[in-house]
């Protein structure tokens, strides 16, 4: 954040005052030159060799200071990731009393910039100094080589304080490189900053020859896939494979860091395979361009991501120009449509930083409503009734039975209702599967579904006979 406020704001100001005031003294000092060569050739010889030496002081200059503003910037984007946390994290600091510790942290990064911009302040008490001899001895040399000029007849009094009047614009412009080399060596250090973020070559681009994904029916296969995320030599997915018929329920099932969550990004193609294919209606999602694949998958996350501005605006998110009427049909499916209008502004009420107005439940429903808003033919669900009750979840659940149809969907999720309805449950283990079938099957066969289902589904199972 640091890097497209403070550093671009850097770029910004030497951009539009820098490199105007770099043109003004270039002019004003070339001309300058120019009058003081007509006026007096030989005392205007007796300057010239300063110029050199005083640009060369302001190059040594530029080059000594860039890392100090470098550092100065990482300090500066250090503190504001320490109150980032701290403002986002308030209630977790003030639960376990650390208020106090954190006060020491920020001040402590606070300290660190200030001892900075000390250093930085020794450097330019140290450097301009200097320049500001250099133009005092060019007034020396003009001072005692126009006194001799005029004790030799060569020079009147009237043409030496012309003379001398038209030198202070040579040396202002000089003083005003100063401040110029200042705002550059800013400038650089924040360029540098904001292209290591624009030149990052991004993992995942659209291929030269990528041609765009016709509309699918949803027919996925995984072969022979092979995952290591980047700069990782483990591989997070070995050699797996499976295939999803056009309306199938993939259940997607394992401990945390099976593999679960890296099958669900490489279908949108958030990442790229290292070895193997993933593939849709026949299609390797590589050789398709990224817009017409996503565009037919929706996604819900665990972690569901709201934007500031009205609930309407985040169920339209992925579609701008839907209907209220469309937005209100999914919002029902996904059962939000019953507390949005309990809402004063119902569909036009603001959500807040984050959603930061509404509950964890309420948030996930809108991100449901998103997806379906979408009408993908493959859709995503990656825990997406965790944060919701078990009534609230039924009432959901009946509504995307619904909406799958013709949809192939598949699922991350800990309760035995979604594992239940699955048309195919894959059980995964230390990234590769161990057991492939529906619920019966793989709960006679399958000693590691029979633990997952014991650990973690049972709790679910026992709500859903007693609803029952």
């Given at each position: 954040m ?10 910004r100001?030497f ?6 005031l ?7 000092l ?7 060569f ?9 300057i010239?060799?300063i ?10 200059f ?14 500066l984007?250090r ?6 946390e ?18 020491v ?24 100094p200097?320049?500001f001899l ?26 030496y ?30 360029a540098?900053?904001?292209?290591e973020?624009?030149?990052a070559s991004?993992?995942?681009?659209n ?24 700069g990782s ?10 295939e ?27 990442y790229?395979?290292?070895d ?14 990224l817009?017409?694949?996503r ?11 709201l ?13 701008p120009?839907?209907?209220l ?8 499916v ?30 996930q429903?809108?991100?449901i ?11 995503i ?12 979840e ?19 999720a ?6 239940l ?36 589904l ?11």
């Amino acid at each position: 954040m640091i890097r497209a406020t403070d550093d671009v704001e850097r770029l910004r100001i030497f951009l539009a005052q820098g490199l105007v005031l770099t043109a003004q003294s270039l002019i004003l000092l070339v001309t300058t030159l120019i009058i003081l060569f007509l006026t007096n050739w030989q005392l205007t010889l007796y300057i010239i060799p300063i110029l050199p030496i005083a640009f060369l002081l302001f190059t040594v200059f530029g080059a000594l200071v860039r890392p100090f503003f470098i550092e100065l910037q990482q300090r500066l984007s250090r503190l504001n990731t320490i109150l980032q946390e701290n403002l986002a994290g308030i209630r977790t600091v003030q639960v376990y009393r650390r208020e106090a510790q954190q006060q020491v942290i920020f001040t402590q990064s606070a300290d660190d910039i200030y001892e900075q911009q000390i250093r930085l302040a020794g450097l330019f008490s140290t450097t301009f100094p200097l320049i500001f001899l250099f133009s005092q001895i060019g007034l020396g040399i003009i001072l005692y080589f126009g006194g001799q000029q005029i004790f030799l007849g060569k020079l009147n009094l009237g043409g030496y304080n012309s003379f001398n009047l038209y030198l202070a614009y040579v040396f202002f412009p000089l003083g005003q490189l100063g401040f110029i080399i200042s705002l550059f060596a800013q400038a650089s250090a924040s360029a540098e900053r904001i292209f290591e973020i624009l030149d990052a070559s991004s993992e995942v681009s659209n291929h030269p020859d990528a041609q765009a994904l016709p509309k699918i029916q949803g027919h996925v296969q995984l072969k022979n896939v092979t995952f290591s995320y980047f700069g990782s030599s483990r591989a997070v997915l070995n050699q797996v494979s499976f295939e999803a018929q056009p309306g199938e329920t993939i259940a997607l099932l394992g401990a945390t860091g099976s593999g679960k969550t890296s099958i669900i990004n490489l279908l949108p193609r958030f990442y790229d395979v290292a070895d193997g294919a993933v593939l849709i209606d026949g299609s390797d999602v590589r050789n398709v361009t990224l817009e017409s694949l996503r565009t037919q998958i929706g996604i819900v996350l665990q972690e569901t991501n709201l934007f500031s501005g009205s609930i309407r605006e985040n169920i339209a998110f992925g579609r701008p120009d839907a209907d209220l009427e469309e937005i209100i049909a999914a919002a029902k499916v996904a059962e939000a449509h019953e507390f949005i209008m309990n809402f004063p502004g119902n569909y036009d009420t603001p959500v807040g930083e984050r959603g930061a107005t509404l509950s964890g439940g309420q948030k996930q429903r809108i991100a449901i409503a998103r997806a379906i808003l979408m009408d993908p033919r493959i859709l995503i669900m990656d825990d997406s009734t965790s944060s919701v009750d078990f009534l609230t979840e039924q009432r959901i659940q009946k509504a995307l039975d619904q909406l799958v149809v013709g949809r192939t969907c598949f699922v991350i999720a800990q309760r035995i209702s979604t594992v239940l309805r699955a048309d195919q449950i894959i059980v995964l283990e230390q990234g590769s599967i161990v057991a492939t079938g529906r619920h019966d099957t793989l709960l006679e066969n399958s000693p590691e579904y029979a633990e997952i289902f014991a650990s973690q589904l049972v709790e679910d199972f026992s709500e859903n006979l007693e609803s029952a």
